[in-house]
């Protein structure tokens, strides 16, 4: 199984410096994919609004600010978003961007998207909520012609171009993978009909797991593709939360099982939160057959006062053993 990292904002508390370290340590460990996590703004609750998914002063850098600096400082590992809000972004714009990391990369960009979840979110950004999902599989359409024609022409609903141009194109064109997040049965859909890949949240009943993947098969058959190009990521866990999220990666045991189950369940990639992982402390790697990277965050202090270490768990695709040390000081 390949694995991906979802990098954590908060990393930034270290200093630009902190980023860097931590970026190539995920690259030396041997994880395979580095993937940004994106929200432009959140918001605070209301008397029309419900409280956010997660608090408002959430601290988190721009994803694809932020991963382009990190693709200065790193050489092979895959450069992602999980996911970047397609629908509240200006799609020629993000054509640019992406095309453009790309070409910096020499071609290690995977584009992962979705349709988000926040109204307040888009109401700020002046895009609409309501037909975001219109409106995402418009856009894939304007990146892919970006990516490949020479000449770029299309008259949607929402996006309409003529006789434009982009250049340079991206080393891997119009193949260039998108991936597409969420659940629901749109989202299925979605992946069926257009998508490189699924990008799944944690599911832990495998029936369910294949129910959906058969949901998708049937939905690219019916679009005239071959199921069997769709590629197929997991989360290994869910959004630390909770405690009980937060105590995922303090049972290794566990972490190990739950990589073998998604594999089971035919999904090629596992995707790990690297915010819960700091989150579950310096127990996750009490183990004397663990070996870990160690990041400290000016955030989390010992009984004596002390800033306490956090610690990152990791399982590298290739290679017997299943932890190696990484040394981020």
């Given at each position: 199984?390949?694995?991906?990292?979802?990098?954590?904002?908060?990393?930034?508390?270290?200093?630009?410096?902190?980023?860097?370290?931590?970026?190539?340590?995920?690259?030396?460990?041997?994880?395979?994919?580095?993937?940004?996590?994106?929200?432009?703004?959140?918001?605070?609750?209301?008397?029309?609004?419900?409280?956010?998914?997660?608090?408002?002063?959430?601290?988190?850098?721009?994803?694809?600010?932020?991963?382009?600096?990190?693709?200065?400082?790193?050489?092979?590992?895959?450069?992602?978003?999980?996911?970047?809000?397609?629908?509240?972004?200006?799609?020629?714009?993000?054509?640019?961007?992406?095309?453009?990391?790309?070409?910096?990369?020499?071609?290690?960009?995977?584009?992962?998207?979705?349709?988000?979840?926040?109204?307040?979110?888009?109401?700020?950004?002046?895009?609409?909520?309501?037909?975001?999902?219109?409106?995402?599989?418009?856009?894939?359409?304007?990146?892919?012609?970006?990516?490949?024609?020479?000449?770029?022409?299309?008259?949607?609903?929402?996006?309409?171009?003529?006789?434009?141009?982009?250049?340079?194109?991206?080393?891997?064109?119009?193949?260039?993978?998108?991936?597409?997040?969420?659940?629901?049965?749109?989202?299925?859909?979605?992946?069926?009909?257009?998508?490189?890949?699924?990008?799944?949240?944690?599911?832990?009943?495998?029936?369910?797991?294949?129910?959906?993947?058969?949901?998708?098969?049937?939905?690219?058959?019916?679009?005239?593709?071959?199921?069997?190009?769709?590629?197929?990521?997991?989360?290994?866990?869910?959004?630390?939360?909770d405690e009980e999220g937060k105590k995922f990666y303090q049972n290794l045991d566990r972490v190990v099982a739950r990589v073998e189950a998604v594999e089971r369940m035919g999904f090629e990639w596992g995707a790990l939160n690297a915010t819960a992982i700091f989150q579950a402390g310096p127990e996750a790697s009490s183990r004397s057959s663990i070996r870990s990277g160690k990041f400290t965050t000016p955030s989390t202090v010992d009984s004596d006062g002390e800033e306490a270490s956090r610690t990152i768990i990791i399982f590298p695709s290739?290679?017997?053993?299943?932890?190696?040390?990484?040394?981020?000081?």
């Open positions: 199984m390949k694995l991906a990292v979802e990098f954590p904002s908060v990393s930034y508390r270290e200093g630009a410096e902190g980023v860097v370290k931590l970026a190539k340590a995920i690259e030396d460990i041997g994880y395979d994919q580095l993937d940004m996590f994106d929200h432009v703004v959140m918001g605070y609750p209301t008397t029309t609004r419900a409280a956010p998914m997660y608090p408002p002063q959430m601290p988190i850098l721009e994803a694809l600010m932020t991963l382009a600096f990190v693709a200065s400082h790193t050489k092979e590992i895959g450069l992602g978003t999980e996911v970047l809000v397609l629908p509240q972004r200006q799609p020629v714009l993000v054509a640019k961007q992406i095309s453009t990391l790309d070409t910096l990369t020499d071609g290690r960009m995977r584009l992962g998207v979705g349709v988000g979840w926040q109204e307040s979110e888009y109401d700020a950004l002046e895009e609409s909520f309501t037909d975001r999902g219109r409106r995402m599989d418009q856009a894939i359409a304007v990146l892919r012609s970006y990516w490949s024609d020479d000449q770029v022409d299309y008259q949607f609903d929402d996006y309409s171009s003529t006789a434009m141009a982009m250049e340079p194109k991206p080393p891997q064109g119009k193949n260039l993978p998108i991936w597409i997040g969420g659940n629901a049965e749109a989202a299925l859909k979605r992946v069926g009909e257009i998508g490189d890949g699924w990008l799944a949240t944690a599911i832990e009943d495998p029936a369910i797991a294949k129910r959906c993947k058969d949901k998708i098969s049937g939905y690219a058959e019916v679009a005239g593709r071959d199921p069997g190009e769709i590629g197929y990521q997991m989360m290994l866990d869910v959004p630390p939360r290739q290679g017997k053993r299943p932890f190696r040390q990484v040394d981020l000081d």
